[in-house]
T-cell receptor, first 116, second 112 residues
Framework: SAVISQKPSRDICQRGTSLTIQCQVDSQVTMMFWYRQQPGQSLTLIATANQGSEATYESGFVIDKFPISRPNLTFSTLTVSNMSPEDSSIYLC?????????????FGAGTRLSVL | EDKVVQSPLSLVVHEGDTVTLNCSYEVTNFRSLLWYKQEKKAPTFLFMLTSSGIEKKSGRLSSILDKKELFSILNITATQTGDSAIYLCARNSGGSNYKLTFGKGTLLTVNP
């Protein structure tokens, strides 16, 4: 299984500022994913980030609000821009993996973001 | 519609009880169904199911898939306080991006 490190683990930010979350994996992976988990809700996919191409965003998420970088096969960043209290969530990155003859995803420990 | 529905949303039991968690999905394209356990923040992988009727088992946990009726169950026998967590199921619709669609989860609380 992949070991995924996410930084920061938590942060408290002011409205209107931006925060960049880093995701580092211990092996090369083609696909990395960014999720949001709002309080009391399940995981919602923000975007899929493949190395060497633009991230693919899900409905309801736009690049201007959540720019993503994927400079190499072991690293990605997600920026939450111009934050508002509604952006208070846990943000998780995940990477593709292979178990039991099929594709799964392994998750990082997440970043708990509070916006005041 | 691309929806995954879990029930119950929350459950409180005593140590030693057996619990059954449910997951139904609505989709025409299907590759696999996954179960995760989420304690604190990071979901950890439990099972991946691709074929109907074949039980996956790991210790006190087991899971099975019914592709005709579009549901899966996760059983936990002889529950322990360490089983307290959110249990998430997710559907993988296949294709080139391995996208997972998650249900809202079941919050399981096991009291001593």
């Amino acid at each position: 299984s992949a070991v995924i490190s996410q930084k920061p683990s938590r942060d408290i930010c002011q409205r209107g500022t931006s925060l960049t979350i880093q995701c580092q994996v211990d092996s090369q992976v083609t696909m990395m994913f960014w999720y949001r988990q709002q309080p009391g809700q399940s995981l919602t996919l923000i975007a899929t980030a493949n190395q060497g191409s633009e991230a693919t965003y899900e409905s309801g998420f736009v690049i201007d609000k959540f720019p993503i970088s994927r400079p190499n096969l072991t690293f990605s960043t997600l920026t939450v821009s111009n934050m508002s209290p509604e952006d208070s969530s846990i943000y998780l990155c995940s990477v593709e993996g292979f178990r039991d003859y099929g594709n799964i995803q392994y998750f990082g420990a997440g970043t708990r973001l509070s916006v005041l | 519609e691309d929806k995954v529905v879990q029930s119950p949303l929350s459950l409180v039991v005593h140590e030693g009880d057996t619990v059954t968690l449910n997951c139904s999905y609505e989709v025409t394209n299907f590759r696999s169904l996954l179960w995760y356990k989420q304690e604190k923040k990071a979901p950890t992988f439990l099972f991946m199911l691709t074929s109907s009727g074949i039980e996956k088992k790991s210790g006190r946990l087991s899971s099975i898939l019914d592709k005709k009726e579009l549901f899966s169950i996760l059983n936990i026998t002889a529950t322990q306080t360490g089983d307290s967590a959110i249990y998430l199921c997710a559907r993988n619709s296949g294709g080139s991006n391995y996208k997972l669609t998650f249900g809202k989860g079941t919050l399981l609380t096991v009291n001593p």
